[in-house]
């Protein structure tokens, strides 16, 4: 097997070379740094031999259990098949060694930029927003502690907070996400404020009996009138007999993804011919995934901000700030517990606040960032390299 050597000042320089001399196809044994110059050590493709073919295959070898001999009663195409399985898992574990590679190298060549993202890592900001985030920081005095106030810029509030003062407010969002505990946050923050003959309730969740009760009983306590309807005219008459009100909060039933009652519920909303604020509610005690479909789900009810719920619930605030920021939908509630009114928070003013709780959670669990996992998201560029 003929290797060259190949230097650089750094990985992707070395990479460089090596993709101008041998090819893409190129294989790489090894590699090197040695004072902050790094060394690649690569072979021509071909001159590589195949696996199960006798030579020493150490170096690129991944799972000796299955070798790609072929086996009797192997087709041809089974130990293609085999092949191509065995150079995918070489290619993914060349593409993590080399990620580790230049995330080491650019932690010590930006120990800052690195810590910086190090701690949006352990935030569980998504790496995309945490490279813009870090970068701004770096920008500024140079330490990852100026990322706190990057992440209070990159937060949009609302103000005025829909569900505050006066207006037609409706709530939407997923099942069990605390829809209708805000309502009742609100409404109870609202009588006590200007008195209970300044808010009305309605509520569009005519499909579950419970449901209508729960509010009923919210209202009963607060000595707020509560509407039930089932319709896009049943909603305007609701209206209509609610508009000495000057908080009107609609609660509307929660509903799955593909639920065509959702669609429904949001075309009485636009009949309704009001101005109606939709806030979404977002529960804070979910992954990411599960943010960006809810977000998907609900763009056609065009929330004009969100409500952050079950904060108290969240053992990471990362994936609720990440898709917050990145749709740039802005925050006017943060929910964090059961009780009535208490656990309500207006976010204007607040950024701060919540930012520290995402750090604070983040002491509560003092594990180690993980190394690899850092480099995969930082290092992305490596799964390119070879295009
Ligand atoms: N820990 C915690 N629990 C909450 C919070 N908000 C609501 N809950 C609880 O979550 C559960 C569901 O709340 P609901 O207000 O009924 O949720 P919903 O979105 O109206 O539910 P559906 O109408 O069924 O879609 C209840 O047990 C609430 O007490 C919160 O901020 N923190
Ligand atoms: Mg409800």
Same mark, same amino acid.
């Given at each position: 097997?003929?290797?060259?050597?190949?230097?650089?000042?750094?990985?992707?320089?070395?990479?460089?070379?090596?993709?101008?001399?041998?090819?893409?196809?190129?294989?790489?044994?090894?590699?090197?740094?040695?004072?902050?110059?790094?060394?690649?050590?690569?072979?021509?493709?071909?001159?590589?031999?195949?696996?199960?073919?006798?030579?020493?295959?150490?170096?690129?070898?991944?799972?000796?259990?299955?070798?790609?001999?072929?086996?009797?009663?192997?087709?041809?195409?089974?130990?293609?098949?085999?092949?191509?399985?065995?150079?995918?898992?070489?290619?993914?574990?060349?593409?993590?060694?080399?990620?580790?590679?230049?995330?080491?190298?650019?932690?010590?060549?930006?120990?800052?930029?690195?810590?910086?993202?190090?701690?949006?890592?352990?935030?569980?900001? %998504?790496?995309?927003?945490? #490279? =813009? /985030?870090?970068?701004?920081?770096? @920008? $500024?005095? *140079?330490?990852?502690?100026?990322? +706190?106030?990057?992440?209070?810029?990159?937060?949009?509030?609302?103000?005025?907070?829909?569900?505050?003062?006066?207006?037609?407010?409706?709530?939407?969002?997923?099942?069990?996400?605390?829809?209708?505990?805000?309502?009742?946050?609100?409404?109870?923050?609202?009588?006590?404020?200007?008195?209970?003959?300044?808010?009305?309730?309605?509520?569009?969740?005519?499909?579950?009996?419970?449901?209508?009760?729960?509010?009923?009983?919210?209202?009963?306590?607060?000595?707020?009138?509560?509407?039930?309807?089932?319709?896009?005219?049943?909603?305007?008459?609701?209206? %209509?007999?609610?508009?000495? #009100? =000057? /908080?009107?909060?609609?609660?509307? @039933? $929660?509903? *799955?993804?593909?639920?065509?009652? +959702?669609?429904?519920?949001?075309?009485?909303?636009?009949?309704?011919?009001?101005?109606?604020?939709?806030?979404?509610?977002?529960?804070?005690?979910?992954?990411?995934?599960?943010?960006?479909?809810?977000?998907?789900?609900?763009?056609?009810?065009?929330?004009?901000?969100?409500?952050?719920?079950?904060?108290?619930?969240?053992?990471?605030?990362?994936?609720?700030?990440?898709?917050?920021?990145?749709?740039?939908?802005?925050?006017?509630?943060?929910?964090?517990?059961?009780?009535?009114?208490?656990?309500?928070?207006?976010?204007?003013?607040?950024?701060?606040?919540?930012?520290?709780?995402?750090?604070?959670?983040?002491?509560?669990?003092? @594990?180690?960032?993980?190394?690899?996992?850092?480099?995969?998201?930082?290092?992305?560029?490596?799964?390119?390299?070879?295009?």
């Amino acid at each position: 097997m003929d290797t060259m050597s190949f230097n650089g000042n750094s990985m992707r320089e070395a990479l460089r070379r090596v993709r101008d001399e041998l090819g893409p196809e190129a294989v790489i044994m090894d590699t090197r740094h040695d004072s902050g110059a790094v060394e690649i050590i690569a072979a021509r493709p071909g001159s590589v031999p195949i696996p199960g073919a006798g030579a020493d295959t150490d170096c690129f070898r991944i799972d000796d259990s299955e070798p790609a001999v072929e086996l009797p009663g192997d087709t041809g195409k089974d130990s293609v098949s085999r092949l191509q399985q065995e150079v995918g898992s070489l290619r993914c574990l060349l593409e993590s060694q080399l990620a580790r590679l230049i995330w080491d190298e650019r932690s010590r060549c930006s120990p800052e930029l690195a810590s910086a993202l190090r701690k949006c890592g352990q935030l569980g900001i %998504d790496s995309d927003i945490a #490279r =813009k /985030l870090a970068g701004s920081a770096m @920008a $500024g005095n *140079g330490s990852w502690r100026a990322l +706190l106030p990057e992440l209070v810029r990159a937060l949009a509030v609302s103000e005025p907070a829909p569900g505050t003062g006066a207006g037609i407010v409706a709530i939407c969002g997923p099942t069990g996400v605390g829809k209708t505990t805000t309502i009742a946050k609100l409404a109870a923050r609202q009588a006590l404020r200007e008195g209970p003959d300044t808010v009305g309730l309605i509520t569009m969740d005519s499909y579950r009996v419970a449901a209508r009760e729960q509010l009923e009983n919210y209202g009963r306590i607060l000595g707020v009138s509560v509407q039930q309807v089932s319709s896009a005219e049943g909603l305007s008459h609701a209206l %209509d007999r609610l508009a000495s #009100r =000057k /908080l009107v909060l609609i609660d509307t @039933a $929660g509903m *799955g993804q593909r639920d065509p009652r +959702l669609r429904e519920q949001l075309a009485w909303l636009e009949a309704a011919g009001r101005p109606i604020d939709t806030l979404l509610a977002l529960p804070a005690n979910v992954q990411g995934g599960t943010l960006r479909q809810i977000i998907t789900q609900f763009a056609g009810a065009r929330p004009a901000a969100a409500i952050l719920t079950k904060v108290d619930e969240a053992t990471s605030l990362g994936p609720a700030l990440s898709a917050v920021i990145r749709e740039q939908l802005p925050l006017a509630w943060v929910t964090n517990g059961q009780r009535v009114p208490e656990d309500l928070q207006r976010m204007h003013g607040r950024e701060s606040w919540l930012i520290k709780l995402a750090v604070e959670m983040v002491r509560d669990d003092p @594990a180690p960032p993980d190394e690899q996992a850092l480099a995969w998201a930082y290092t992305r560029e490596v799964q390119h390299a070879w295009a």
